[in-house]
Each structure stands twice: as structure tokens, then as C-alpha cells.
């Protein structure tokens, strides 16, 4: 069975920084990706970002330049730094593993950004 493990959520002010993380555990073979996706209510689920077994990344634009993902894919682990968040950062963030069609998930951990 796979399980995602996510932490790292809470509370912030506009302007500082969370650092997510998410380890996964069980039978996970191909890797094709791991990342980030969120949630706001109200909204659909919307990428974050996600990082490729072969070390390529890949941001919303609304993210570039303010979040960074990394990680060891061989390890079933990613990060996602957020700094200078922004109320609209505000969100459930979901850990995804990509594993070439077939997709896992986290349960998700909530970011809130007070203004």
C-alpha cells in the first residue's frame, strides 16, 4: 500500500516562508515525477510544482521565483520551499507521485497566510 506523508503547513504572515515536506513509503516503483498541487476553497485543484526523475522542474507562474522544489526520487521524498507567500498562497497542499499515469496522493496540509 502507498502512503504519502506530508507536514510542514501552519500559519504564516504575508511575506514569510514555509518549507513543506513528503515522504512516501510502500511498493513504488517508475517514478516518473513527484510534486506539488493545491487547493483553495472554492477553486480546483491547481499544480504547485513538480520535479522529474531526471531533476527537471516545473512551476506555476504564479509561484516562479518564490517556491522551489526538490528532492530524491530514488528516496520518495520531495520538498516544496515557499517564501515571500502571499495570502493567495493560502491553500490544502496535496503531495503527488507520478508514476507514469497512475498517480498517488497525499492528505494533504493546510497553509494559511494571514495578511
Known amino acids: 500500500q502507498v502512503q504519502l506523508v506530508e507536514s510542514g503547513g501552519g500559519l504564516v504572515q504575508a511575506g514569510g516562508s514555509l518549507r513543506l515536506s513528503c515522504a512516501a513509503s510502500?511498493?513504488?516503483?517508475?517514478?516518473?515525477?513527484m510534486g506539488w498541487y493545491r487547493q483553495a476553497p472554492g477553486n480546483q485543484r491547481e499544480l504547485v510544482a513538480y520535479?522529474?526523475?531526471?531533476?527537471?522542474?516545473v512551476y506555476a507562474d504564479s509561484v516562479k521565483g518564490r517556491f522551489t522544489i526538490s528532492g530524491d526520487l530514488a528516496k520518495k521524498t520531495v520538498y516544496l520551499q515557499m517564501n515571500r507567500l502571499k495570502p493567495e498562497d493560502a491553500a490544502v497542499y496535496y503531495c503527488?507521485?507520478?508514476?507514469?499515469?497512475?498517480?498517488?496522493w497525499g492528505q494533504g496540509t493546510q497553509v494559511t497566510v494571514s495578511s
Open positions: 510502500g511498493r513504488i516503483v517508475n517514478i516518473n515525477a
Open positions: 503527488n507521485v507520478d508514476r507514469y499515469g497512475y498517480e498517488d
Open positions: 520535479i522529474t526523475s531526471g531533476g527537471r522542474t
